[in-house]
């Protein structure tokens, strides 16, 4: 029996234990995964406890994606760029760690058919999400990468290690491009009635995409849709650092129908309101 789980401070309703569930299934793995919320003042021992259980792997998510660089001994290239990992391997005692977003990420846009090679894109927001976003952009080719942030100083220097212009959302308003992508938690259940931007900047696009998969539609992706642009919502990104992680842990390659299978389980039960 091997045994996963993820990490983090509060994990609600959590869809990862189904996407796990159902490769576990789809690929006769004897596997379990759990949730583990752990207080911030207990963290510092975490991987320590993981290893006790005999765990073999962890998730992890907010807010200890970058504090769990203190207690890995291995760290993946993207993750380190990054700045956060979100997938942790224990082999022979060692630690090892690996930011799957970046792939999830890679996962999405190609489920969209979105090109990047020599395409502009529009990134808002510039927290750890965004970081992940923009290392995929940058190594698959994007032309140029624009980070909106309300403090620019902050963005600029957050994203130093990072070949971005750095913009607010006043300069936004004046810009067209090919893609905008919303990296920030505005839209997300429960306050579904917000959007980064309105109308006026949308419609200066021909691609939407929302890293938010609850709501599957979000404002910002339902006027998008309205404004007649290609929209891709965030779900798929959800199942394809799920999909990474389980690859990184066993060693396997798992085919794309089965990313199928779990985006469909995964949208029907939030269009059912189970989540």
């Given at each position: 029996m091997?045994n996963?789980?993820l990490?983090?401070?509060k994990?609600?309703?959590?869809?990862?234990?189904?996407?796990?569930?159902?490769?576990?299934?789809?690929?006769?793995?004897?596997?379990?995964?759990?949730?583990?919320e752990i207080?911030?003042?207990n963290?510092c021992?975490?991987?320590?406890?993981?290893?006790?259980?005999?765990?073999?792997?962890?998730?992890?998510?907010?807010?200890?994606?970058e504090d769990?660089?203190?207690?890995?001994?291995?760290?993946?290239?993207?993750?380190?760029?990054i700045?956060?990992?979100?997938?942790?391997?224990i082999?022979?005692?060692?630690v090892?760690?690996?930011?799957?977003?970046?792939?999830?990420?890679?996962?999405?846009?190609s489920k969209?058919?979105?090109?990047?090679?020599?395409k502009?894109f529009?990134?808002?927001?510039?927290?750890?999400?965004?970081k992940a976003?923009?290392?995929?952009?940058?190594?698959n080719?994007?032309?140029?990468?624009n980070l909106v942030?309300?403090n620019k100083?902050?963005?600029?220097e957050s994203?130093s290690?990072?070949d971005?212009?750095?913009?607010?959302?006043?300069?936004l308003?004046?810009?067209?491009?090919?893609?905008?992508?919303?990296t920030?938690?505005?839209?997300m259940?429960?306050?579904?009635?917000f959007?980064?931007?309105?109308?006026?900047?949308?419609i200066?696009?021909?691609?939407?995409?929302?890293?938010?998969y609850?709501?599957?539609e979000t404002?910002?992706?339902k006027?998008?849709?309205?404004?007649?642009?290609k929209?891709?919502d965030?779900?798929?990104?959800?199942?394809g650092q799920?999909?990474k992680a389980?690859?990184?842990?066993n060693?396997?390659k798992?085919?794309n129908?089965?990313?199928d299978?779990i985006?469909?389980?995964?949208?029907n039960?939030?269009?059912?309101k189970?989540v």
């Amino acid at each position: 029996m091997r045994n996963f789980g993820l990490l983090g401070e509060k994990l609600g309703h959590s869809l990862s234990p189904e996407i796990h569930r159902i490769i576990f299934k789809k690929l006769n793995i004897e596997g379990t995964y759990a949730l583990f919320e752990i207080k911030k003042e207990n963290f510092c021992k975490a991987l320590d406890s993981v290893k006790t259980l005999n765990i073999q792997g962890v998730n992890v998510t907010i807010p200890y994606k970058e504090d769990i660089i203190k207690q890995i001994e291995f760290i993946s290239s993207e993750a380190k760029r990054i700045g956060a990992i979100n997938t942790v391997k224990i082999i022979d005692n060692k630690v090892f760690g690996y930011n799957t977003d970046y792939y999830g990420f890679g996962y999405m846009l190609s489920k969209g058919s979105i090109s990047i090679k020599g395409k502009d894109f529009y990134v808002l927001g510039s927290g750890g999400a965004a970081k992940a976003v923009v290392a995929y952009l940058e190594d698959n080719g994007a032309e140029s990468i624009n980070l909106v942030s309300r403090n620019k100083k902050n963005a600029k220097e957050s994203f130093s290690g990072f070949d971005v212009n750095v913009i607010d959302y006043d300069d936004l308003k004046k810009k067209k491009g090919y893609c905008i992508i919303n990296t920030t938690p505005v839209g997300m259940y429960p306050k579904i009635d917000f959007s980064p931007v309105d109308k006026k900047v949308i419609i200066n696009f021909n691609v939407a995409v929302d890293i938010v998969y609850n709501p599957l539609e979000t404002k910002f992706l339902k006027m998008a849709k309205d404004l007649g642009l290609k929209c891709i919502d965030g779900l798929y990104m959800l199942v394809g650092q799920g999909v990474k992680a389980e690859e990184i842990w066993n060693d396997i390659k798992i085919d794309n129908e089965i990313l199928d299978i779990i985006y469909e389980r995964l949208k029907n039960i939030l269009n059912n309101k189970e989540v």
